[in-house]
């Protein structure tokens, strides 16, 4: 398995608002693409202004295909289009991981 770890950080004051913008207009299109996410959680402590979410994927190939079909859905691309005019993102870190060999999940 292949688990996407991808965590963003807001511009302070905008967390709400911007999950509000992607559970309106990106989630559903996001999921219908990439399955539902293992996770998605926001920060109680630390940086307060991040959050995460989890994607699974069989392998690199299958993480390329459904996101190659994502990119290419007019849903997604307004729902880009949306979050990049608010404004409200400042980074973006991506993590590709694998399971060590005695877990299993």
């Given at each position: 398995?292949?688990?996407?770890?991808?965590t963003y950080t807001c511009?302070?004051?905008t967390i709400k608002k911007h999950l509000a913008l992607y559970a309106e207009h990106g989630y559903a299109?996001?999921?219908r693409h990439l399955g539902k996410p293992l996770a998605y959680l926001q920060t109680e402590t630390g940086n307060v202004n991040s959050y995460l979410h989890?994607?699974?994927y069989q392998d690199a190939a299958d993480r390329d295909a459904r996101r190659k079909a994502l990119q290419?859905?007019?849903e997604w691309a307004t729902y880009l289009?949306?979050?990049?005019d608010a404004g409200f993102l400042i980074s973006q870190q991506n993590t590709l991981m694998t399971e060590v060999p005695f877990f299993q999940p």
């Amino acid at each position: 398995m292949l688990y996407d770890v991808r965590t963003y950080t807001c511009r302070a004051g905008t967390i709400k608002k911007h999950l509000a913008l992607y559970a309106e207009h990106g989630y559903a299109v996001q999921s219908r693409h990439l399955g539902k996410p293992l996770a998605y959680l926001q920060t109680e402590t630390g940086n307060v202004n991040s959050y995460l979410h989890i994607w699974v994927y069989q392998d690199a190939a299958d993480r390329d295909a459904r996101r190659k079909a994502l990119q290419k859905d007019p849903e997604w691309a307004t729902y880009l289009s949306k979050s990049a005019d608010a404004g409200f993102l400042i980074s973006q870190q991506n993590t590709l991981m694998t399971e060590v060999p005695f877990f299993q999940p």
